[in-house]
């Protein structure tokens, strides 16, 4: 088997990669949240001329060809999602969902968790306060069974971000017009008084109106600096919080500090967790060895696939650091792809971040997925060849732009 051709195709928000064989074997996966970059089409193209004759079930052999010229985004995304892609064409050819590749699966069930961004089914679509993101909470563990939940909160919630100045919680925080994260550090500066009381006070409402009946991480930024980050850790230690996620660095941030991170987490009782942005293992080995962190969260279409997380999360349990796992954002490729690795990672595995699909027509031209593969806040692993989701073509066709016509043919 050789690989013809690599297309791609922007589908609602996301860009999708389709690998061609000339065995009529095909694999497919997403880039996550495509949404916040430009056309990476030409990225594609320079990787497919890497690829175009060599064998996709030798996934390691046609890793090591791009890997190396892969990076921090958008590169790294477009490699991780050729790497999923290629997963995807070694378990249909093989027989088998790609667990089976992975080592086989050491679970029927895998636990996700949802993220606190604004939707119509909630009591409070664009909450702004924490007794509203607490309602919104229990809502989620009401209609779903989630039984963990992320919410956004200091430079991560773009209510605090927009109010810092104006409020004075922070003394130089600077938002753009547009607001946007994409920043060198995020958008803040030393925490005020106020700025770090109300940031307590956040949590401390959260958890008393919810209590221990869903678990509640919060995710923090990029943008505190690590001494506003450890009081901040420090002072919300009575309420057991599931984790404080990138206090310092994160989104859109293409290092992590790990020395930073350390000195927090090495002094408070709060679990801290970082390491979605990261590409590759290799730029783990400092947060890992230094046990700088309680938790990692590499995202597989960033950090350079789904066997890279899997390396990862082995990795990361042989020096007592929980995984869970970033989410690939809008995409229902993504989530059959996570469900796949998680279902082999070993106890470290506390949860993956759910990715809902965004259109909801998105489950309308696909097939493979279960009816009942979602309940309790755990997704069934199920048993289809490769990732466990194909299209629809008939129906998927309609939504192609005029110039990707041509992805399925």
């Given at each position: 088997m050789k690989i013809?051709?690599?297309?791609?195709?922007?589908?609602?928000?996301?860009?999708?990669?389709?690998?061609?064989?000339?065995?009529?074997?095909?694999?497919?996966?997403?880039?996550?949240?495509n949404r916040s970059f430009l056309n990476l089409k030409p990225v594609v193209e320079f990787y497919k001329n890497m690829l175009i004759g060599c064998d996709p079930t030798d996934v390691e052999s046609c890793m090591r060809r791009i890997r190396r010229v892969g990076a921090f985004k958008p590169w790294g995304k477009v490699v991780s999602t050729i790497e999923m892609a290629l997963?995807?064409?070694?378990?249909?050819?093989?027989?088998?969902?790609?667990?089976?590749?992975?080592?086989?699966?050491?679970?029927?069930?895998?636990?996700v968790y949802c993220s606190m961004y604004a939707t119509d089914k909630l009591p409070y679509p664009k909450a702004a306060t924490p007794e509203e993101r607490a309602e919104n909470i229990l809502a989620l563990n009401e209609m779903a069974g989630f039984t963990i939940v992320k919410s956004p909160v200091a430079f991560h919630n773009m209510d605090f971000a927009r109010q810092a100045d104006e409020l004075g919680f922070a003394y130089d925080s600077y938002l753009p017009d547009p607001p946007a994260r994409h920043m060198d550090n995020a958008n803040g500066s030393m925490l005020t008084e106020k700025g770090l009381n109300y940031l307590i006070n956040y949590v401390?409402?959260?958890?008393?109106?919810?209590?221990?009946?869903?678990?509640i991480a919060f995710d923090c930024g990029p943008g505190l600096y690590p001494n506003d980050a450890y009081k901040f850790a420090k002072a919300v230690e009575p309420y057991n919080v599931m984790w404080l996620e990138d206090l310092i660095t994160g989104d859109?941030?293409?290092?992590?500090?790990?020395?930073?991170?350390?000195?927090?987490?090495?002094?408070?009782?709060t679990n801290i967790h970082t390491g979605e942005q990261i590409y590759?293992?290799?730029?783990?080995?400092?947060?890992?060895?230094?046990?700088?962190?309680?938790?990692?969260?590499?995202d597989p279409a960033d950090v350079g696939g789904i066997a890279e997380l899997?390396?990862?999360?082995?990795?990361?349990?042989?020096?007592?650091?929980?995984?869970?796992p970033h989410g690939i954002f809008d995409g229902v490729f993504g989530m059959a792809a996570l469900m796949q690795v998680t279902a082999t990672m070993p106890n470290n595995f506390i949860a993956f971040e759910f990715p809902e699909a965004h259109p909801a027509w998105w489950y309308d031209i696909v097939d493979g997925i279960p009816n009942d593969y979602f309940k309790d806040g755990h997704v069934k692993v199920w048993d289809k060849p490769g990732i466990g989701v194909e299209f629809?073509?008939?129906?998927?066709?309609?939504?192609l732009l005029p110039e990707d016509k041509d992805f399925f043919l």
């Open positions: 013809i051709d690599i297309k791609s195709a922007l589908i609602g928000y996301n860009l999708t990669l389709r690998v061609v064989t000339d065995k009529g074997v095909d694999g497919y996966a997403q880039v996550e949240e997963w995807d064409i070694a378990g249909k050819e093989a027989g088998v969902p790609v667990y089976k590749l992975l080592g086989g699966k050491v679970r029927d069930k895998v636990r401390a409402t959260i958890k008393e109106r919810v209590g221990d009946k869903v678990g859109y941030t293409p290092y992590n500090m790990a020395k930073s991170y350390r000195d927090i987490t090495i002094h408070t009782t590759l293992r290799q730029n783990y080995k400092e947060l890992i060895e230094t046990e700088a962190v309680n938790v990692v969260g590499p899997k390396w990862i999360a082995e990795y990361a349990n042989l020096h007592g650091i929980h995984m869970a629809i073509i008939p129906k998927a066709e309609k939504y």
